[in-house]
């Protein structure tokens, strides 16, 4: 094994010194070194205490000081996992985090840089080498490191900038004064600030100001799996927290038809016509996906030691219910402290009675939103989706119907009451 990281490595050191040569990556490199990065399931010892490396010919090389990873995360350091899938109320939920003031640094999927590169690089993305590379990207961000981010940005930062990162303006931290660097004429600022006017990222102040800060959350709609988080939750560096967001699949499902609509043209269509071919593929990925979260959940709720206190279940549907009092649970639950700022973010942006304007809006009154697919959804398609995520539903509490007319007669809950995490 410790041959296989020495190989990784001098290949990374490789890339750095053609770094300081050329002051280019070239894409091709870049891939290779990328594929070289992920045939590793143990890249995660990138992160490892040792700054000198041993180089073929025997010599030491020093690439990075990476001693400041051992640096004890001692203190009240937490961190905090959102996971969820797509339409679930994640970019919601994710601001109660978002929003918590100067102690936090939140960020907004940060792992869609890596999805892309991967799917851009193979036809199908092997979902085990995808993982590996998800959790070591989240570790060294939960440790303030962009390094590893930054061999997936495209197009790659130039000394450590870049103004691609995406959605930058979801994360307060990214916008925050000491992170904001002066507006470079003549440049389009894609992913400016809305707080205020800020030139391309500097990551290296992103890092600076990532490690001054007590709390880290991310949020990510992109791991799949919590099995194939195990070794970041037990990375004694961290002190991780670990929240599965999860809502009615066929609430997810009419939200999804509506947001991604070019991707849903089948089900769309299905809709119409009234009859869905249960045999489809596109039923088995809804199949698949529903299983997916089921068994993260059961292993979550199953309490092995190594996620013992670590994990939390929530339904978005209590969230949108009661917001102030899951988010004070959930804030419990971390140890991170609820603040007024936090408190007040949710006040106002669940009593709001503006609708929902773009498909990523967080301010929409939940409690209404939150049924709103009983009204969108043929009757057909929520039997299809109680047929094959049953077992999902049942262990989530939510209500199967058997009409048309039990669906959408609100006086009729899908919603049991039901109790996770009990401790
Ligand atoms: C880190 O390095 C130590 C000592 O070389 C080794 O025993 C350990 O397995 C490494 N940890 C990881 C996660 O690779
Ligand atoms: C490495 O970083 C640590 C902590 O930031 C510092 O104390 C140490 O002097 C650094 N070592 C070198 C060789 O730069
Ligand atoms: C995915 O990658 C893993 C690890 O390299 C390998 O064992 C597995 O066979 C691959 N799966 C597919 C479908 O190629
Ligand atoms: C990014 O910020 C660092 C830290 O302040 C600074 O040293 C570096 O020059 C900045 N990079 C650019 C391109 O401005
Ligand atoms: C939000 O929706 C709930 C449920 O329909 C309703 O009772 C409440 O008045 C709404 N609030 C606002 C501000 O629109
Ligand atoms: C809606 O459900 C309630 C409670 O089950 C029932 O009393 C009522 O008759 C239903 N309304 C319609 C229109 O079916």
């Not at 800060?213 to 709609?221: G, M, N, P, Q, S």
């Not at 593929?281 to 959940?297: P, Y």
């Not at 140890?335 to 609708?355: C, D, M, Y």
């Amino acid at each position: 094994m410790k041959n296989k990281y020495a190989a990784l490595i001098i290949c990374l050191v490789a890339l750095v010194i053609i770094e300081k040569e050329n002051k280019i990556i070239s894409r091709v490199s870049d891939k290779l070194l990328l594929r070289q990065t992920l045939q590793h399931p143990d890249a995660l010892s990138l992160y490892n205490g040792s700054s000198a490396l041993v180089m073929e010919d025997g010599s030491e090389m020093d690439m990075e000081n990476t001693t400041q990873f051992f640096e004890a995360e001692q203190g009240g350091r937490r961190h905090v996992l959102l996971l969820a899938a797509t339409r679930t109320g994640s970019s919601f939920v994710g601001e109660f985090f978002n929003q918590l003031g100067s102690d936090m640094f939140y960020l907004f999927e940060p792992l869609w840089h890596v999805e892309r590169m991967l799917s851009e690089d193979m036809a199908t993305p092997n979902a085990t080498i995808s993982s590996w590379a998800y959790r070591d990207v989240l570790l060294s961000l939960f440790l303030c490191d962009f390094s590893l981010l930054e061999r997936f940005i495209n197009p790659p930062p130039d000394a450590h900038v870049t103004q691609a990162l995406f959605r930058r303006d979801s994360s307060a931290a990214l916008c925050e004064e000491q992170v904001c660097s002066p507006v470079v004429s003549n440049v389009y600022e894609k992913h400016h600030c809305k707080a205020r006017q800020c030139g391309p990222l500097n990551l290296t102040l992103a890092s600076d100001s990532c490690r001054a800060k007590e709390y880290r959350a991310i949020k990510t709609v992109r791991v799949t799996q919590l099995e194939t988080l195990r070794s970041l939750v037990e990375d004694a560096r961290l002190d991780i927290r670990v929240i599965q967001l999860v809502r009615d699949p066929r609430a997810i499902l009419a939200s999804r038809m509506e947001a991604f609509s070019s991707q849903y043209q089948t089900w769309k269509s299905w809709a119409a016509n009234g009859e869905v071919p249960v045999e489809d593929e596109e039923v088995k990925r809804l199949q698949g996906n529903c299983n997916q979260i089921r068994e993260s959940a059961e292993l979550g709720l199953s309490r092995p030691d190594w996620l013992e206190n670590k994990y939390m279940l929530v339904r978005y549907e209590d969230i949108a219910r009661y917001p102030m009092q899951k988010a004070a649970e959930m804030y419990r639950f971390t140890g991170i402290p609820f603040t007024s700022h936090a408190r007040e973010w949710i006040l106002k942006n669940t009593h709001a009675s503006q609708v929902a304007s773009g498909v990523y809006s967080t301010q929409k009154n939940s409690s209404e939103q939150v049924q709103m697919w009983r009204f969108k959804m043929p009757f057909k398609l929520a039997q299809v989706v109680q047929e094959v995520c049953g077992p999902t539903m049942e262990l989530f509490g939510y209500r199967f119907v058997d009409s048309e007319q039990t669906l959408v007669n609100k006086s009729v809950a899908l919603l049991e009451e039901k109790q996770f995490n009990l401790s």
